[in-house]
């Protein structure tokens, strides 16, 4: 099953446009956790806190949580602290640096961008001349420094969005803004407007938060912060006196000091944060909503439209997509006289509650669901950044990972089984599988490294000069610096590292197992019950077969109804029987497992290498010199072919390696 998680910037300040989209995501994902900086589970109660997992930066006092501008040092500390590599699938609803969280290898990242980060791009370095004003003697040498500090910030806001898997804007105000900064193309996907029904608005009483209103008041309501430009339209209908009223409604980091500003201003009435309900009615009975920022999108304006209240606005972002002639006026600059102007002269007669109904109508929630939905149906969750080695493709998983997978597969119905295969260098001997075999099993199988052959050949395809003195001095790092070779290939599933969990998960379940391997079906039975204690539903069927029986061990398979099969017939012959008879088997969950399926590792007759040993990446020379003579002749050939493998990586790194000129060029015309 797929692990989700939707990431959001912060959910302690504000409550805005980008919050609805949360919200909407939250309902197309419902088992998604929810990744995000900070938290207040007060201001946010609608979302259960039990599905948030919140960064370090949460602990910190309630101050800096409502005034994120002052964590900036530590975002990308709060970033990291996040669990985001415990998901298979993130959803990143992005208006700052969410969509910088890193994932694991295998993860698919879907970014919807609200806004690429305005405090480092757009605001940058006006914000700071405006925060400084008196501060002169030392603002020349903050300036440098916060200048270099920014620069560095930029750098590692392009690096974080390259390994976005799908890329969505709210509009196209906002995709030239994304291909500005980021040289990244992405699809268009408008916010969800949250449309009332009839039977929503049951109230026709104009007493909002105790305060008493009447209709035809004009109307501000969104977040309270500079950006939005309120002081602007305070500073009009301060000028223009008690024949125009004015309702202020929202929450934000400038509430208090516009509740004490307009406090001794009788044509304007504060209310503070407001309920859904008491938000449509204030639409309802609004005779224009006044909105002057520039916005990324602009949610709100539309959710004035969806209860026919006409809008005045800037012609400017979101919004000369969205008001359309006829639903509202757009003024091309924001100023006290230029919004007086449009207040005196504004004429409600001039607007067909119809118009502006059907436009809302264009961006509702379930408009934006079908959106969002069509955009990402084609990504492959289970088989995203698989690794090319030579011709087989591997899996980035962990052992822990997979056996969540196989938990999930027993416990549920499926029209086919998965498949497990865990190839050894052996397996990349070409005289093995034909290239159309190999096509089926990349196709039909999680595929996945037995040994760390396969992690250090996910490494090496990755050099960028493949050359005799890097192959060398890899081969060595293998043992000197082990940690190194996880990065691509997360673990190996040597041995019996992943079957022996396995088993015991299968043996306290009661799972029906199915065995297909070895010569003494009556001693593996005894050996597995002494080591897990009595298997209540155990088949062991012999592995010495020759192919005018398979279909007869087909039907003996089918008649026990195995939840888990081991195939365990030798490399190339069990892999070749499970693509033969995978869509006939009915078996949950098929494995190939390897010839001997390492009975005697797994009942403890064999000691497993030491830690050291297992640290440093050795455990093949200790397992050849600690075999039994005849299976020490056997290990002996097999390592005789990881020479031929690492000879064969060696030259296919020097084949795939790109031209430094293409690496340029697939930057810069990178389309998501």
Not at 278 to 289: G, I, P, R, S
Request: hydrophobic residues 40%.
């Amino acid at each position: 099953m797929t692990k989700v998680a939707i990431v959001h910037d912060f959910l302690a300040h504000k409550d805005g446009g980008a919050e609805r989209v949360l919200r909407q995501l939250i309902k197309l994902y419902p088992e998604a956790n929810i990744l995000t900086l900070t938290f207040d589970p007060d201001q946010f109660f609608d979302i259960d806190p039990e599905r948030v997992k919140t960064s370090w930066l949460s602990h910190l006092p309630k101050y800096f949580k409502q005034n994120p501008k002052y964590l900036l040092p530590l975002i990308r500390s709060g970033l990291r602290s996040l669990p985001s590599k415990h998901y298979d699938l993130l959803i990143i609803n992005s208006s700052g640096w969410s969509k910088n969280i890193v994932k694991k290898p295998d993860a698919t990242k879907i970014v919807y961008c609200n806004s690429p980060n305005r405090l480092i791009w757009d605001s940058w370095p006006s914000y700071f001349t405006s925060n400084l004003t008196g501060l002169s003697i030392f603002a020349r040498p903050v300036f440098l420094l916060l200048n270099f500090y920014i620069s560095r910030l930029r750098l590692w806001d392009y690096d974080a969005n390259q390994d976005i898997d799908k890329l969505i804007a709210n509009s196209s105000y906002i995709a030239k803004r994304i291909y500005k900064y980021y040289k990244l193309s992405s699809q268009i996907v408008y916010p969800p407007v949250e449309l009332a029904t009839e039977s929503t608005l049951d109230s026709e009483s104009l007493e909002v938060q105790g305060v008493k209103l009447e209709p035809g008041y004009f109307l501000y309501l969104g977040v309270l912060s500079r950006y939005k430009q309120v002081d602007i339209i305070i500073d009009s209908f301060e000028r223009l006196g008690s024949n125009y009223r004015l309702v202020i409604a929202g929450d934000g980091p400038e509430a208090k000091s516009i509740a004490t500003r307009v406090g001794n201003i009788d044509n304007i009435d504060f209310l503070g944060r407001v309920s859904d309900q008491e938000k449509l009615t204030l639409f309802k009975h609004a005779q224009a909503f006044v909105f002057p920022s520039i916005e990324d999108f602009g949610i709100t304006p539309l959710e004035a439209l969806s209860q026919a209240t006409p809008v005045i606005a800037r012609n400017a972002g979101g919004l000369k997509e969205t008001i359309k002639p006829g639903t509202g006026v757009l003024l091309d600059q924001i100023s006290i006289e230029s919004l007086t102007k449009a207040i005196v002269e504004f004429d409600p007669s001039l607007y067909s509650d119809s118009q502006m109904k059907s436009v809302a109508k264009q961006y509702s929630s379930s408009q934006f669901d079908r959106a969002f939905k069509n955009l990402t149906k084609d990504i492959d969750f289970d088989h995203k950044s698989r690794v090319a080695i030579l011709d087989w493709m591997v899996d980035p998983i962990t052992i822990e990972e997979l056996l969540g997978r196989v938990k999930q597969v027993v416990s549920e119905d499926y029209t086919q089984p998965m498949i497990v295969i865990k190839p050894y260098v052996e397996h990349f001997n070409p005289s093995n599988f034909t290239k159309s075999e190999l096509a089926i099993l990349n196709q039909i199988a999680t595929i996945v490294p037995d040994g760390i052959a396969l992690q250090w050949a996910g490494v090496y395809l990755q050099y960028s000069r493949p050359n005799l003195f890097n192959l060398i001095g890899s081969l060595v790092e293998l043992v000197v610096n082990p940690a190194r070779f996880d990065r691509v290939l997360p673990e190996k599933f040597a041995g019996n590292d992943f079957t022996l969990p396995l088993l015991k998960f299968a043996h306290n379940r009661q799972l029906r197992i199915s065995i297909l391997g070895g010569d003494d079906s009556r001693g593996r039975k005894k050996q597995l019950n002494q080591l897990f204690g009595r298997f209540e539903q155990l088949q062991v069927i012999n592995g010495y077969y020759d192919a005018n029986q398979e279909q007869e061990i087909v039907d003996q398979i089918n008649q026990f109804a195995p939840d888990i099969l081991f195939v365990a017939t030798g490399i190339g012959k069990q892999e070749k029987f499970i693509i033969k008879y995978y869509q006939q088997l009915k078996a949950k969950v098929i494995v190939g497992e390897g010839g001997s399926f390492d009975y005697d590792s797994l009942g403890g007759s064999q000691r497993r290498a030491p830690g050291f040993v297992k640290r440093h990446n050795l455990e093949w020379a200790w397992r050849l010199l600690t075999s039994p003579s005849g299976t020490s002749t056997t290990r002996l050939k097999r390592q005789l072919f990881i020479p031929k493998f690492i000879w064969g990586i060696h030259q296919s790194a020097k084949v795939s390696t790109p031209s430094s000129s293409n690496i340029a060029s697939s930057k810069q015309n990178r389309t998501i």
